[in-house]
């Protein structure tokens, strides 16, 4: 197993986060736009997330509204 690296490609606004050069077999969609990319063992190797950038910027937009309005998750501060 590889280590760990990032590969962002700007044109596409696509993020792949690469756990392992094993080749993919099966994805699995978590989310809209983001996808766990799994070996022939069912083991991840990756995860992709399409418009990456709308992405990253509305998680950080919520999470900073959370934190501005004290909102709680899972019982816990934000």
């Given at each position: 197993?590889?280590?760990?690296?990032?590969?962002?490609?700007?044109?596409?606004?696509?993020?792949?986060?690469?756990?392992?050069?094993?080749?993919e077999m099966?994805?699995?969609?978590?989310?809209?736009?983001?996808?766990?990319?799994?070996?022939?063992?069912?083991?991840?190797?990756?995860?992709?997330?399409?418009?990456?950038?709308?992405?990253?910027?509305?998680?950080?937009?919520?999470?900073?509204?959370?934190?501005?309005?004290?909102?709680?998750t899972a019982?816990?501060?934000?």
């Amino acid at each position: 197993m590889s280590e760990f690296h990032m590969e962002y490609f700007d044109k596409e606004d696509v993020l792949l986060l690469v756990l392992s050069e094993d080749p993919e077999m099966q994805s699995i969609e978590l989310f809209p736009n983001v996808t766990a990319e799994l070996n022939e063992k069912g083991e991840l190797i990756g995860i992709e997330i399409l418009e990456a950038s709308k992405f990253f910027r509305d998680y950080v937009l919520e999470s900073m509204q959370a934190k501005l309005l004290g909102l709680q998750t899972a019982g816990k501060p934000v």
